[in-house]
Structures are given as C-alpha cells and as structure tokens.
C-alpha cells in the first residue's frame, strides 16, 4: 500500500498544480470581463500546462507498472517496487516533463507573431498558439508530433502491455473472490487513465480534423478541469 500513497500523493499535488495554471487566470477573466494575457505570461502557462500533463502522464504509467507488479509478481512486490524505486520514477517523470516544456517553449520563441492576436481558447494552448505565428510552423508540428509519439503513444502502448499482462492473470485465479480483489485494484487506475488519455488524444484530433474552436475548447476543459477534479472521486472508490 506504501508505494500505492506515494504515488497517489503525488498524482493529486500535480492535479492541483494542473488545474491551478488555467482556472485561476478564468475566473480572473470572468470577474473583470478583460480577456487578456501578455506574451510571456501565455508562454508560461504553455510551459507550466506542458509540464504537469506530462508529469501526469508518467505517475499513470508508473502507477500502471506498480499494479502490473502487484498483481503478476505479488511475491516479489516488496523487493521489486522499493521506496527508492518509487522516488526515482516520480522524478524521472518530472525531468522529462520539465525538458520537454522548456524545449516546447524554445521553439515557440523562434517565431514570430503579430501584435494584439486573439486566442480562440480558454487558455494558451500550444496548438492554438502556433496557428497564431507569422512565421513558418513547419518544425514545431513536426516536434509537437513527435513528442506526442514519444511521449504519449509509447506510454499508452505501456499500461496496455501492463494490462494485458495483469487481465491474463486475473483470469487465472480460481476463486471469485480473488478475481473481484484483483480487479478492484486496477480499476480506479484504469477509470483515471481512460478519462486523461481519451481527452488528451481527443484534443489532438480534435485540433487536426477540425478548425471549429468551440469543438476543441470542450475537448480541453475536459483534460484540463474535468479530469483533475475527477480523480480525487475516481480514487474514493476502493483502490
């Protein structure tokens, strides 16, 4: 249970981080009716954005191998999944998000823009934000889609190979009982992944196959406000 807390604690303060980089600055906009963000204060929220989704993305896949382990290795868990095991792979996930956000912002400072551009978004989103620049965007899309790749689809590709591995022995358990407590384990893990990797993957979509901004500004409430709200009630159910 210790590395289960761990990683839960973690998962929760990088929610409230999440949420805290675009709610405020709405509320904010709602109560003095100024829509308006300076240059550099859009490119922090991209950053700070860029930052806990990835740091989330990796506390879902590490949390996704913790429960692989639990359930195909229970024997073995203690020496496996260790205190320090677990410290290494939350800041693991936490150096690749920072690098990743900085080299983001990076090549956003290459462009140019014009003065006084209007986002068709709730928050400065870094897809929305490209389609701003006067200059050529063709490197950054290529970035955006390889790190989407990298960073997003080998991931994903993880917890269903963690998943398919911890189904395959569920189904040999003999007893009821013991399948019910082996599913009742994952399953507020895998609630949690669907909602973060389904909007995630929906926004990109959304943004590829159409320019309607309202279609994509929903999208992005629910990866951005949703899901971070629901994962504290998504994890009251027994874990």
Same mark, same amino acid.
Do not use: W
């Given at each position: 249970?210790?590395?289960?807390?761990?990683?839960?604690?973690?998962?929760?303060?990088?929610?409230?981080?999440?949420?805290?980089?675009?709610?405020?600055?709405?509320?904010?906009?709602?109560?003095?009716?100024?829509?308006?963000?300076?240059?550099?204060? @859009?490119?922090?929220?991209?950053?700070?954005?860029?930052?806990?989704?990835? &740091?989330?993305?990796?506390?879902?896949?590490?949390?996704?191998?913790?429960? *692989?382990?639990?359930? @195909? $290795?229970?024997? #073995?868990?203690?020496?496996?999944?260790?205190?320090?095991?677990? #410290?290494?792979?939350?800041?693991?996930?936490?150096?690749?998000?920072?690098?990743?956000?900085?080299?983001?912002?990076?090549?956003?400072?290459? &462009?140019?823009?014009?003065?006084?551009?209007?986002?068709?978004?709730? *928050?400065?989103?870094?897809?929305? =934000? &490209?389609?701003?620049?006067?200059?050529?965007?063709?490197?950054?899309?290529?970035?955006? $889609?390889?790190?989407?790749? &990298?960073?997003?689809?080998?991931?994903?590709?993880?917890?269903?190979?963690? $998943?398919? #591995?911890?189904?395959?022995?569920?189904? /040999?358990?003999?007893?009821?009982?013991? /399948?019910?407590?082996?599913?009742?384990?994952?399953?507020?893990?895998?609630?949690?992944?669907?909602? *973060? $990797?389904?909007?995630?993957?929906?926004?990109?979509?959304?943004?590829?196959?159409?320019?309607?901004? #309202? /279609?994509?500004?929903? =999208?992005?409430?629910?990866?951005?406000?949703?899901?971070?709200?629901?994962?504290?009630? =998504?994890?009251?159910? /027994?874990?």
């Amino acid at each position: 249970h210790q590395p289960m807390f761990f990683f839960l604690s973690n998962l929760s303060l990088v929610d409230i981080c999440f949420i805290s980089t675009t709610v405020p600055k709405i509320l904010v906009n709602i109560q003095t009716q100024k829509k308006y963000i300076s240059y550099t204060g @859009c490119l922090t929220q991209i950053y700070f954005v860029l930052t806990f989704a990835g &740091l989330e993305n990796g506390i879902l896949v590490t949390m996704a191998y913790d429960r *692989f382990v639990a359930i @195909c $290795y229970p024997l #073995r868990y203690s020496v496996i999944v260790t205190p320090k095991l677990c #410290r290494l792979l939350v800041s693991l996930s936490f150096l690749i998000s920072v690098l990743d956000a900085l080299l983001h912002i990076f090549m956003v400072l290459r &462009l140019s823009f014009c003065t006084d551009l209007g986002i068709p978004h709730f *928050f400065c989103e870094l897809a929305h =934000v &490209l389609k701003l620049a006067c200059s050529d965007t063709f490197l950054n899309n290529i970035f955006v $889609y390889l790190v989407t790749s &990298l960073l997003g689809v080998v991931p994903f590709s993880g917890i269903i190979f963690s $998943y398919t #591995r911890i189904v395959s022995s569920i189904l /040999k358990i003999p007893s009821a009982a013991g /399948k019910y407590k082996a599913f009742s384990i994952c399953g507020s893990h895998l609630i949690v992944v669907s909602l *973060f $990797y389904g909007t995630g993957f929906g926004v990109y979509l959304t943004s590829a196959a159409t320019h309607s901004s #309202r /279609k994509s500004a929903v =999208v992005s409430v629910m990866y951005t406000v949703v899901t971070p709200m629901m994962n504290p009630i =998504v994890y009251r159910m /027994k874990t």
